[in-house]
């Protein structure tokens, strides 16, 4: 029996994670206008997780994350055989993945809504698994480390779970070729690379000039020339009638704060929009 590659096994684990999470966004997005599900968000995550399991798990079918990586769980006997999952395994797998997240997210408040007295035995059982809880928790870490080194060495199990359960990552098909394609990875950086260059040359780029320029160079020359129309609009904003009519220098008219900011810009090389002459003084139009 061919090994899975690894980055097959994590790959499919990614992409159910990130469905899940996908439909968790877009449930709350649909009811945002209505309710808030945001506390209710474990509940939720045990709503979406324990229907994947029932229509894949289950009934011994790949998880879509696995369909797209041509992997499956299954139970493989030391000769080699691949088998179907045991009820065992599939009711574990449950509540390894379902139930134990959600019970850890909400034991909390779960224990807080139940009016037990302070020195009973459930009480004093609650204390002691509270104190235990760190421990247990930092044990759990170390066991997933532990888990994810034996899963680089072996290529086998790459979640806890199913190295508790005996489970293993087997191809569905294992006679397809495995399709390796770079487009998405391409299109990525390359439009990366396109933001980088742009977030550089944008800031050193005088947007305003460049479209005066264009302005001049694409518009008729007859607009430029007209003298009346030079009169009436503004050559920077185009506004009629304009806001403080002020003259330069070339005798046209803009309004002040367009001409103004334009010339503390660049108070040696700002060219009139008409003309073409520099710019140099500002007079109020009469």
């Not at 966004?25 to 506390?39: K, R």
């Not at 160079?217 to 009436?232: F, G, Q, S, T, V």
Request: charged share 20%.
């Amino acid at each position: 029996m061919a090994s899975v590659l690894r980055v097959n096994q994590l790959d499919a684990r990614r992409l159910d994670g990130e469905i899940t999470s996908i439909l968790r966004q877009q449930l709350l997005e649909a009811t945002a206008l209505q309710w808030s599900l945001e506390p209710f968000v474990p509940e939720l995550d045990l709503l979406l997780k324990a229907t994947l399991w029932r229509y894949t798990i289950w009934i011994d079918e790949p998880t879509p994350g696995g369909r797209l990586q041509n992997v499956r769980h299954a139970r493989v006997s030391p000769k080699g055989h691949v088998q179907p999952l045991t009820h065992v395994q599939r009711i574990g797998f449950l509540v390894l993945w379902v139930i134990f997240p959600w019970l850890s997210a909400r034991l909390q408040d779960i224990w807080q809504h139940l009016d037990v007295p302070e020195d009973s035995f459930p009480q004093r059982l609650w204390n002691l698994l509270r104190r235990l809880l760190p421990r247990a928790t930092a044990l759990h870490s170390i066991l997933v480390v532990w888990n994810f080194v034996l899963f680089l060495r072996h290529g086998e199990c790459s979640e806890l779970r199913d190295r508790l359960l005996g489970i293993r990552m087997v191809h569905i098909d294992p006679k397809a070729r495995r399709q390796v394609a770079f487009e998405y990875m391409n299109r990525v950086m390359i439009w990366n690379g396109l933001s980088e260059f742009l977030l550089t040359v944008m800031p050193l780029v005088n947007l305003s000039r460049l479209r005066r320029s264009l302005a001049r160079r694409l518009l008729p020359k007859a607009a430029h020339a007209d003298a009346a129309r030079a009169e009436l609009c503004c050559g920077f904003c185009g506004a009629s009638p304009m806001t403080v009519p002020t003259r330069t220098n070339c005798n046209h008219v803009f309004c002040y704060y367009c001409v103004a900011s334009e010339l503390m810009e660049q108070p040696q090389a700002l060219a009139c929009p008409h003309c073409g002459e520099q710019i140099q003084k500002l007079r109020h139009a009469r």
